[in-house]
């Protein structure tokens, strides 16, 4: 490969340093914008490279104001919470924006719903060019998209029959008196057309759009943008999460887990395992972070070539404790856990080839097979299940390992 004379050039528009001031846009930093420019300015300025009056940007801090509904249970909310509670603040709450960009669901989606409403005001403007009045000619453009099998992106609510944080942008919107500029307007007739029609209205993607468009972004703009102003909402579900570290989203039952990949192995090959358990195969160590492994000197998981061993693993959760008195349920949260410590080495539960059983009482034992089998019943390794005297802490009544062959 020939190497190039001159190292390539890339240009950039966001920033430069020079000495004593930093630019950001073109802007300086020290004398133009600390002091004066808002979070909102300045979001504007990183996604458009433009400063709005101030007027204007208080109509975006409108739109960010009615999209800061947090509520957990709401998707991709949820992944920031579930990620933060083992992954901690930060990766909790970049797993939430890795599920946003290109999404239907979620700010992103602005941007589409940004495009649609830019499409249907040109139709709408060619068929009424054409001689239609404007209530027939919406009527027909949204109809025309909607028998042609194209959704209408912003459009549609969930569980409720109207999206309250149109409502309140509507309101905001009127008292500046910009409630009847084109796209918001636009919002509005398309909205008489399907909810008579259809049984739907405007969700908060098409208002935001819309209002967005008034003010001069472009729709790819309007995608970043209502992503950024919505960051709070990720903030506060991934810093609670990680604040709370609640047992029951660290140790996720087994049974809400599906796996979805090629089938299982009816054997595991001897000569392969010996051939990846050769002397030199790289060693992978896989760590629960827990204070004892450096002390007693082992890891929960090792992967040497393909194959992977899991060390015996309890039902506790991140602060140590059993999650459970029952076994059935240690049982799970253990697997859980295996499930957890073969992903970080590159395999899963269905790659699993041997597992063994460690009960405290023998009375545990129909329980904590249903359990084992409610994970491998179609995996069928080989499995050994074994009563024992005790283990290291009194309330804990199963441990269980598991050794899996990785793919290639």
Not at 198 to 204: D, E, L, R, Y
Request: net charge neutral; hydrophobic share 45%.
């Amino acid at each position: 490969m020939s190497v190039p004379s001159k190292p390539p050039t890339i240009v950039t528009e966001v920033a430069i340093e020079r000495g004593a001031d930093h630019r950001l846009r073109g802007y300086s930093v020290f004398e133009e914008l600390a002091g004066t420019a808002t979070m909102t300015e300045l979001s504007i300025l990183a996604v458009t490279g433009r400063r709005l009056a101030p007027e204007l940007t208080r109509v975006v801090d409108d739109v960010a104001g009615v999209m800061a509904v947090a509520d957990p249970r709401v998707w991709p909310l949820k992944i920031a919470r579930l990620v933060a509670t083992s992954g901690g603040f930060v990766a909790g709450w970049c797993a939430g924006q890795l599920c946003l960009e290109g999404g239907r669901v979620g700010p992103w989606n602005c941007g589409a719903a940004a495009a649609l409403l830019v499409e249907l005001r040109e139709e709408v403007a060619r068929r009424e060019g054409g001689g239609a009045e404007r209530a027939s000619a919406v009527r027909d453009a949204v109809t025309a998209r909607l028998s042609g099998g194209r959704p209408l992106a912003g459009f549609g609510v969930p569980i409720r029959p109207v999206d309250e944080r149109v409502e309140a942008l509507g309101r905001l919107l009127e008292r500046r008196g910009r409630s009847r500029l084109p796209h918001f307007a636009l919002v509005r007739e398309v909205e008489a057309v399907t909810r008579p029609e259809k049984g739907f209205g405007p969700n908060i993607g098409a208002g935001a759009a819309a209002a967005l468009l008034d003010l001069g972004f472009a729709p790819a703009e309007i995608g970043a943008l209502a992503t950024v102003l919505t960051t709070e909402t990720f903030v506060a579900n991934a810093w609670e999460g990680a604040l709370q570290r609640a047992e029951s989203l660290a140790a996720l039952p087994v049974e809400c887990v599906r796996y979805e990949g090629r089938g299982a192995r009816a054997t595991a090959s001897g000569p392969a395992r010996a051939a990846d358990e050769r002397p030199g195969a790289e060693r992978v160590r896989v760590s629960s972070g827990s204070p004892w492994e450096p002390v007693v000197g082992y890891s929960r998981a090792i992967r040497v070539g393909r194959v992977v061993h899991v060390a015996g693993t309890t039902g506790t959760g991140t602060d140590g404790k059993v999650v459970s008195d029952d076994a059935a349920e240690q049982a799970r949260a253990a697997l859980a856990k295996i499930a957890a410590a073969l992903a970080e080495a590159g395999a899963s539960l269905s790659d699993v080839v041997r597992t063994r059983l460690y009960v405290t009482d023998s009375a545990d034992c129909d329980a904590v097979g249903r359990a084992h089998g409610a994970v491998f019943g179609e995996i069928r390794p080989a499995c050994t299940l074994v009563v024992v005297a005790a283990l290291i802490d009194p309330a804990m009544r199963v441990e269980i390992e598991a050794d899996a062959i990785a793919p290639e």
